[in-house]
Nanobody
Framework: QVQLAESGGGLVQAGGSLRLSCAAS????????MGWYRQAPGKQRMLVAA???????NYADSVKDRFTISRDNAKNTVYLQMNSLKPEDTAVYYC???????????????WGRGTQVTVSS
């Protein structure tokens, strides 16, 4: 029943900005950690940024000082503000969240289906 839906991807020129959103829906009791991953063609999926339920954040070195992760717990939504985008940021970006449903005592990890971000030179 729980689902994640990403939005905000698209095509942007180098140096531009995009804001990704990921909304969790369904029978949700609570959401723990949330994060953004990305995967470029021929590359491994990597963690871009993560945020705990308390607001602590982690970033990959390659995006630190350019990207900002945040969350709105009232809306069950996590955001990724991406500034000063580079061609090497081109990838499919996936939302990830550890969520306890209303019918379970335990949390499970969920993935969104991904949103394409393309940065042109």
């Amino acid at each position: 029943q729980v689902q994640l839906a990403e939005s905000g991807g698209g095509l942007v020129q180098a140096g531009g900005s995009l804001r990704l959103s990921c909304a969790a829906s369904g029978s949700i009791f609570s959401i723990n950690d949330m994060g953004w991953y990305r995967q470029a063609p021929g590359k491994q999926r990597m963690l871009v940024a993560a945020i705990t339920s308390g607001g602590s954040t982690n970033y990959a070195d390659s995006v630190k000082d350019r990207f900002t992760i945040s969350r709105d717990n009232a809306k069950n939504t996590v955001y990724l503000q991406m500034n000063s985008l580079k061609p090497e940021d081109t990838a499919v970006y996936y939302c990830n969240a550890n969520i306890r449903s209303s019918t379970s005592y335990y949390a499970l990890t969920y993935w969104g289906r991904g949103t394409q971000v393309t940065v042109s030179s």
